[in-house]
């Protein structure tokens, strides 16, 4: 974030906004302005920029409105970039709850490490990184989940990724076989910087763990 901050005291007459090339650099600037007037040629050149003025005579409700509209922006940059952001889980399949083996898979799993959530994309690195589908569903205790834990058994559904045929447990993996979630360097991107609060210590290890993995720069 840029955020330029006017240098302007009270009783000036205006705020003057002037092009500046470093704030190209930042992902959005703002520029907060306290107890003075936004000349409105100030407010044409930081439209063409790209910069959005705040301005409020109570300092307060400066803050709460650039406050606000950072929490607006935060939640809709998760809303466009939820399907690419893919959260780092390693899943370990538990043969004796093999319900469905093919379109869609349903089994049960333990959640190895970091967190399953639903709508991930699932691969199988020891067989030579095949995608098994997306995680569709997941119940625990009979009830449906948004997402699994470490330690946590579930059950799960996965569904075919649409336009590729349909794995299938015991030709295309098999219960030896670990399954994770598979990242990518935009999904890594996504999650630092939409879900950086969504995730743990013990997830950004098991990121550079599947980077490892996934031989990702």
């Known amino acids: ?19 500046n090339s470093v704030c ?43 406050t606000k509209y950072r929490e607006d922006y935060k939640k809709a940059k998760q809303e466009e970039f939820k399907n690419i952001a893919v959260f780092p889980a390693k899943v370990k399949v538990l043969p004796q709850f093999i319900f469905n083996s093919r379109d869609p898979i349903v089994m049960g799993v333990t959640i ?5 959530r639903q709508g991930t994309p699932l691969c199988v690195p020891a067989k030579g990184f095949v995608d098994i589908g997306i995680v569709t569903s997941i119940e625990m205790n009979h009830k449906s989940v948004e997402s699994a ?25 098999e ?30 290890q098991l990121i550079m763990e599947l980077k490892k993995t996934f031989e990702i720069i």
């Open 1 to 19: 974030m840029c955020i330029i901050t006017a240098f302007v005291v009270r009783g000036d007459p205006g705020l003057n906004v002037y092009n």
């Open 24 to 66: 190209g650099a930042f992902r959005y600037a703002v520029i907060l302005a306290f107890d003075v007037k936004v000349e409105r040629e100030s407010q044409e050149m930081a439209d063409s920029l790209g910069v959005r003025i705040f301005s409020a005579e109570i300092i307060y409700h400066l803050f709460d409105a650039f």
């Open 112 to 116: 190895e490490a970091g967190v399953l």
């Open 149 to 173: 834990k470490k330690g946590q058994e579930v059950c799960i559904k996965i569904e075919p990724i649409p336009g590729e045929a349909p794995k299938m447990f015991g030709r295309h993996f």
């Open 175 to 204: 219960a030896t076989d670990m399954l994770v979630t598979k990242i990518t360097r935009e999904s890594i991107d996504a999650l630092k910087n939409w879900f950086r609060d969504e995730m743990t210590k013990g997830d950004w």
